[in-house]
């Protein structure tokens, strides 16, 4: 690693040999290039492992994403611990823009902009409405996702790390204990881009629905330290695997079906009824 820098990116994985490989070559074509990266895996059983290495990065053992990033912290050398998802990709200049205005504006805490790695409209005002929602809110409501959490080394270990008893948005519970000692920012000079995978698998509607509940189960009851709501990690391909099986099953019957219809022409008076 080059000490100039002292940035360490720490990445969360489970089974993400078809994301992994896009954030990692974005890193490879970053203009600032003194930065070392963290894999933490939580027992992969597809190829993220032998990708991160044949990408140089360092890996070890994770589990949820709170336990991954502790374990990534402990690992990491740098001033400044970059906390990303397997599932973004950066530009070019990410990590200089955002290292540059971190210290020149001396910030603790951090995150940006996220954009969707969609053409649809309806995912680009989603996500605009969010951010523009968490900015808003910052000072009463500090609290950003994982997929984007810049931290200093010295801020994360006065707090101890992410709370590994949260089993959901423990992101949002670390920014804001963060923020009782730095406040939240945002920087005004790069952004990151992020998948819609967990719109595609369980419905934008449906998303929106499950984070203004899990919201309210804060803001109520406190954090989630049982698992009340399903949460996906490394998971969000499969069910959409199953789902196309399923699919290709029903188009296959429903050929045999017509097949046995056209060779038989009697049946098809029985099957109208």
Do not use: W
């Not at 360490?8 to 070559?25: A, D, G, Q, R």
């Not at 336990?67 to 050398?77: E, I, L, M, Q």
């Amino acid at each position: 690693m080059d000490n100039r820098a002292k940035i360490s990116i720490i990445v969360p994985t489970l089974n993400e040999e078809k994301y992994l490989p896009k954030l990692l070559e974005s890193l490879k074509k970053q203009s600032f290039q003194g930065f070392e990266v963290i894999v933490s895996d939580a027992g992969s059983n597809d190829q993220t492992v032998s990708i991160a290495q044949a990408y140089g990065a360092k890996v070890v053992r994770g589990g949820l994403p709170g336990v991954g990033r502790n374990s990534g912290a402990r690992a990491a050398a740098g001033e400044f611990l970059f906390f990303l998802d397997a599932d973004v990709i950066l530009p070019s200049k990410f990590l200089e823009n955002a290292y540059r205005e971190i210290q020149d504006k001396f910030y603790d805490l951090a995150s940006c902009e996220f954009r969707p790695l969609s053409t649809q409209l309806p995912d680009r005002i989603i996500h605009r409405l969010i951010y523009t929602i968490i900015r808003l809110e910052r000072r009463i409501n500090p609290e950003v996702f994982g997929f984007c959490i810049l931290v200093s080394r010295r801020l994360f270990d006065r707090l101890g790390g992410f709370d590994e008893s949260v089993v959901l948005a423990e992101d949002c519970e670390f920014v804001k204990r963060a923020s009782k000692f730095r406040s939240l920012q945002f920087l005004d000079t790069t952004f990151v881009r992020v998948s819609v995978r967990r719109f595609v698998k369980e419905g934008r509607v449906s998303f929106m629905f499950k984070g203004l509940r899990i919201s309210m189960y804060r803001m109520f009851k406190g954090e989630i330290r049982s698992d009340i709501i399903r949460y996906e990690f490394g998971n969000f391909d499969k069910k959409r695997e199953r789902d196309r099986k399923k699919y290709r099953e029903l188009i296959k019957r429903l050929h045999l079906i017509k097949t046995f219809i056209k060779k038989y022409p009697g049946t098809r008076a029985f099957v109208r009824r």
